[in-house]
């Protein structure tokens, strides 16, 4: 650990260390090729079963094994189990797989075994057609939303791989779940995770998925919920003006409906917040990619802007020349825009 001051090993401290070490290693490695034999063997034995638990405890990125697993539970434990046996077992999987997540949360090996627990998830307890049919499936599904989110609750900037990951996945939760989640808890669940960081691009990326479907069924009022999402941007953007996120969001929701009123106003509240804050960077982007949408590339003002922006950031000063009012309008946003 940083700020710790390390304590000089002896000779005999150092050799024994290294033993065990030499002990581990021969350990992994018996347990190894003992595994891939019973593999090769079409080994489907509860014992079998134990030792890939052992050594994915060790490895957890060892990804044969992880196969091999779910070849033993499929040709293996689940033969002759009832389909309650069988749902214990995946239970049984996913609490596993739980806690090599703690430690190993970037490993994709171990996403990708709940993944498949999951989707083999029984109907049950109810038989089909009854109301509890798919009581199993709704309880794991539930479940795995409740982890994702609390592992993005606990998330960190330093762990900013893991939450790429964990948004990615929760998506595929939502997707997955038999019984939908309101596109309204969605958005609500989005709200929450903005109002904790404005610069939570994943959270804006969401919002912009869902608020599109409320508009369209008719659950949310278009013209009034756009107003309201205006006002949000703005605060985040007064918040936080060079926070990336906000201002990419902001374009998808000026790029969805660009009227001349629509953009002549957010062109000025943008301008005054360029008065605050006269070095923001996307502040004259910003201005520049609206006037060249509203002018069609006659704008004195964005030509004086670019120019701003080239003293400003001189490492992208071709760029912005190539970004001038002569040029193609989309190419800024093009440019600024996540692929």
Same mark, same amino acid.
């Given at each position: 650990?940083?700020?710790?001051?390390?304590?000089?090993?002896?000779?005999?401290?150092?050799? !024994?260390?290294?033993?065990?070490?030499?002990?581990?290693?021969?350990?992994?490695?018996?347990?190894?090729?003992?595994?891939?034999?019973?593999?090769?063997?079409?080994?489907?034995?509860?014992?079998?079963?134990?030792?890939?638990?052992?050594?994915?405890?060790?490895?957890?990125?060892?990804?044969?094994?992880?196969?091999?697993?779910?070849?033993?539970?499929?040709?293996?434990?689940?033969?002759?189990?009832?389909?309650?046996?069988?749902?214990?077992?995946?239970?049984?999987?996913?609490?596993?797989?739980?806690?090599?997540?703690?430690?190993?949360?970037?490993?994709?090996?171990?996403?990708?075994?709940?993944?498949?627990?999951?989707?083999?998830?029984?109907?049950?307890?109810?038989?089909?057609?009854?109301?509890?049919?798919?009581?199993?499936?709704?309880?794991?599904?539930?479940?795995?939303?409740?982890?994702?989110?609390?592992?993005?609750?606990?998330?960190?900037?330093?762990?900013?791989?893991?939450?790429?990951?964990?948004?990615?996945?929760?998506?595929?939760?939502?997707?997955?779940?038999?019984?939908?989640?309101?596109?309204? !808890?969605?958005?609500?669940?989005?709200?929450?995770?903005?109002?904790?960081?404005?610069?939570?691009?994943?959270?804006?990326?969401?919002?912009?998925?869902?608020?599109?479907?409320?508009?369209?069924?008719?659950?949310?009022?278009?013209?009034?919920?756009?107003?309201?999402?205006?006002?949000?941007?703005?605060?985040?953007?007064?918040?936080?003006?060079?926070?990336?996120?906000?201002?990419?969001?902001?374009?998808?929701?000026?790029?969805?409906?660009?009227?001349?009123?629509?953009?002549?106003?957010?062109?000025?509240?943008?301008?005054?917040?360029?008065?605050?804050?006269?070095?923001?960077?996307?502040?004259?982007?910003?201005?520049?990619?609206?006037?060249?949408?509203?002018?069609?590339?006659?704008?004195?003002? !964005?030509?004086?802007?670019?120019?701003?922006?080239?003293?400003?950031?001189?490492?992208?000063?071709?760029?912005?020349?190539?970004?001038?009012?002569?040029?193609?309008?989309?190419?800024?946003?093009?440019?600024?825009?996540?692929?």
């Amino acid at each position: 650990m940083h700020g710790v001051k390390r304590a000089k090993l002896t000779p005999q401290a150092l050799e !024994a260390r290294k033993q065990k070490e030499r002990a581990k290693i021969q350990e992994f490695l018996a347990l190894s090729e003992e595994i891939l034999q019973r593999k090769q063997d079409k080994d489907y034995s509860e014992e079998a079963f134990k030792q890939t638990t052992r050594l994915l405890a060790i490895n957890p990125e060892f990804y044969t094994v992880w196969n091999y697993r779910r070849a033993i539970l499929l040709d293996g434990l689940f033969t002759g189990s009832s389909v309650e046996q069988i749902n214990n077992l995946l239970a049984k999987e996913l609490e596993m797989t739980m806690i090599a997540l703690k430690s190993h949360p970037k490993v994709y090996w171990i996403w990708n075994h709940r993944r498949w627990c999951l989707e083999h998830v029984p109907n049950g307890p109810g038989e089909e057609g009854a109301e509890d049919s798919l009581a199993w499936k709704k309880s794991a599904w539930d479940q795995e939303l409740y982890v994702v989110e609390r592992l993005l609750d606990a998330g960190c900037s330093e762990l900013w791989v893991v939450l790429l990951m964990a948004w990615n996945y929760r998506r595929y939760v939502l997707a997955s779940m038999p019984v939908p989640r309101p596109d309204t !808890a969605e958005l609500a669940y989005t709200s929450k995770k903005i109002q904790a960081n404005f610069s939570n691009f994943s959270a804006w990326h969401q919002r912009s998925k869902v608020l599109p479907k409320l508009w369209a069924s008719g659950a949310l009022d278009e013209a009034k919920s756009r107003e309201e999402e205006f006002d949000l941007v703005r605060n985040a953007m007064y918040t936080d003006p060079d926070d990336q996120s906000v201002w990419v969001y902001h374009r998808w929701l000026v790029g969805s409906s660009a009227s001349r009123d629509l953009l002549e106003r957010e062109i000025q509240a943008i301008e005054e917040l360029l008065g605050e804050q006269p070095d923001s960077k996307w502040c004259m982007e910003s201005i520049v990619h609206y006037v060249m949408m509203l002018l069609k590339n006659h704008s004195s003002g !964005a030509r004086q802007l670019l120019g701003q922006l080239e003293d400003l950031d001189p490492y992208r000063r071709h760029r912005y020349r190539d970004l001038g009012p002569s040029s193609n309008p989309n190419l800024l946003w093009d440019a600024l825009t996540p692929g």
